[in-house]
């Protein structure tokens, strides 16, 4: 059962609060923070007057954004209640070990984010390791379906080994490559996994497309994975512009034990605040949900924005210091590593 946990135990607060749905019109969902339409001249004048993300050097590429090799016999081992072990693949893709499971965020091991093989955002720096190097995946979370948060590739090899868990809508394409094992929620609902593990999809700011005609006829979402046991909660934001739900996510469903949070991807904000946060609303997105601690991730893989490919961290750092978030508290990985949260 959803929790309505509140940092304000109040009817004025229950009032404030409310569970905000996505309604589906048309065949089409709507999104309920933003009017949902490209804004088609603002993507004009952004690509008008783009210029080339300078790539990384050899130094950076070796010392500040390196790639390493995964510890596979620490991630064979099983995780003790009340931790959290997580192995960043890349991108908004991470290996998580939780509550005796082992389960993946929006795979992506392709090499360019795009329907196509020869052109798109490709990778700056390489996958550490193969879908089939990890131990066994027992479910995944989609949080939608743009091509940096689902690779088919990677989709039809992990396939019906694993339970899926997508937003509304997406069923009919995982059954369209042969992916049945696959239960998809809209926003509020919850579904177990086992009898321990709870699953809740929770509302965010973005939208969904994979072609010209499809936008919005599936969902988006941020997803909350629930330890009955132990009552402990990890977040997995997605993709999301600043907006009212992570308020309400952090008066339903807060304190959050251990995020993971969008911190790249956000320049130039006349047109990119339209669909994803920057580090500074990172920050607050944080705060908001009532996260204990959070990772920053959706940075250093793909350049599909403007910024500077090694600036969202420090950003990130700098807006965490000014809110007054302890050191630890908001923190990156380096690609390939595995850390252990305690809970």
């Known amino acids: 059962m959803i929790s309505d946990n509140s940092s304000v135990d109040s009817a004025e607060a229950d009032q404030k609060f409310q569970k905000t749905v996505a309604e589906f ?14 804004h088609f001249l603002d993507l ?11 790539p990384l050097t050899p130094y950076e590429c ?57 052109a798109g955002p490709k990778r700056v720096r390489p996958t550490p390791c193969k879908i089939s ?12 379906n743009h091509y940096d ?45 086992n009898s321990r593990l709870q ?18 006829k599936s969902l988006w ?23 009212s739900a992570f308020k309400e996510v952090g008066h339903f469903m807060g304190p959050i034990d251990l995020s993971c949070i969008a911190i790249g991807a956000y320049e130039p904000r006349f047109f990119i605040s339209n669909f994803h946060i920057n580090p500074e609303e990172a920050v607050m997105l944080h705060q908001e ?4 601690k959070s990772v920053g991730m959706h940075w250093g893989t793909f350049i599909l924005t403007d910024e500077p490919i090694l600036e969202p961290p420090e950003e990130m750092k700098k807006h965490a210091k000014q809110a007054g978030l302890a050191e630890d508290e908001f923190t990156v990985m380096k690609i390939g590593e595995t850390k252990l949260y305690q809970l």
């Open 25 to 38: 019109k048309n065949g089409r969902f709507i999104n309920p923070y933003h009017d949902g339409n490209l």
């Open 149 to 193: 948060h689902l690779d088919i590739d990677a989709a039809k090899e992990i396939g019906n080994k694993a339970q899926w868990f997508v937003p509304k809508g997406m069923k009919e394409w995982f059954a369209s490559i042969g992916v049945t094992n696959c239960e998809e929620l809209a926003w509020w609902e919850e579904i177990d996994f």
């Open 221 to 243: 979402c941020s997803w909350i994975v629930v330890d009955r046991q132990t009552q402990k909660k990890y977040y997995h934001s997605g993709d999301t512009a600043y907006c």
């Open 289 to 292: 949900i009532r996260s204990k």
């Open 62 to 118: 070796e010392n500040i954004h390196p790639v390493l090799n995964v510890d596979f016999d620490l991630i064979g081992q099983p995780v003790e209640d009340n931790t959290i072990r997580m192995t960043w693949i890349g991108h908004s893709t991470f290996f998580v070990q939780f509550a005796g499971v082992n389960f993946l965020t929006d795979p992506v091991w392709c090499e360019r984010s795009s329907p196509l093989s020869f």
């Open 199 to 216: 699953l809740v999809s929770v509302p965010c700011n973005h939208h969904s497309q994979r072609h010209l005609f499809d936008r919005n």
């Open 133 to 144: 190097d990890l131990p066994p995946i027992d479910f995944v979370i989609l949080s939608h």
């Open 44 to 54: 004009v004048k952004w690509n008008i007057n783009r210029t080339p993300v300078a």
